[in-house]
């Protein structure tokens, strides 16, 4: 548990830290509840080592998220993306568009894997993929890559920077 508090208190001053250059209050804001929700959310997988990794995952996902357009999406918003991209990643051939909408508040998105990289000499898939979110008619796009181990049975998909 003392691992725990670490590394969560290692990952919400890195949030802090790189939210605060050239950030505004929103956007650090975002990114530290982001960080903490996702640490929370990370830390309900696995044990031992694999739960420090969900963890960690969990906070730096959820802190990205935070900063970048997070801080505008309300937690209904955030659930339908994260189940989108989810699906998305484990189940939908490439090229295929998965989207969502929040009837609430009118708010949506999509998520598209672009391209899709087997890596057999270390049991990896790797997916590249653009995730888009539409907020007040603004539109937000994230180009990122996301690869998990073939023989983890959760599908624990880790985006990668």
């Not at 189940?83 to 490439?94: F, I, K, V």
């Not at 969502?100 to 000499?121: A, D, I, K, M, Y």
Request: some cysteine.
């Amino acid at each position: 548990m003392l691992q725990h508090k670490k590394m969560i208190g290692s990952l919400l001053l890195i949030a802090t830290l790189t939210g605060c250059a050239g950030a505004g209050p929103k956007q650090t804001g975002g990114q530290l509840i982001g960080g903490a929700a996702g640490a929370l959310a990370g830390a309900q997988f696995g044990k031992g080592k694999g739960q420090l990794v969900g963890v960690a995952l969990g906070a730096l996902a959820g802190s990205y998220l935070g900063g970048t357009i997070g801080h505008q999406m309300d937690e209904r918003d955030k659930e339908l993306a994260q189940q989108t991209m989810q699906s998305t990643l484990e189940r939908a051939p490439d090229n295929q568009v998965s989207t969502w909408r929040n009837p609430n508040n009118n708010h949506s998105g999509q998520f598209q894997v672009t391209r899709t990289q087997e890596l057999p000499n270390q049991n990896m898939v790797c997916r590249d993929y653009v995730n888009t979110v539409t907020i007040d008619g603004q539109q937000e796009k994230v180009h990122g890559r996301a690869c998990r181990d073939v023989r983890d049975t959760r599908a624990h998909w880790k985006i990668q920077n």
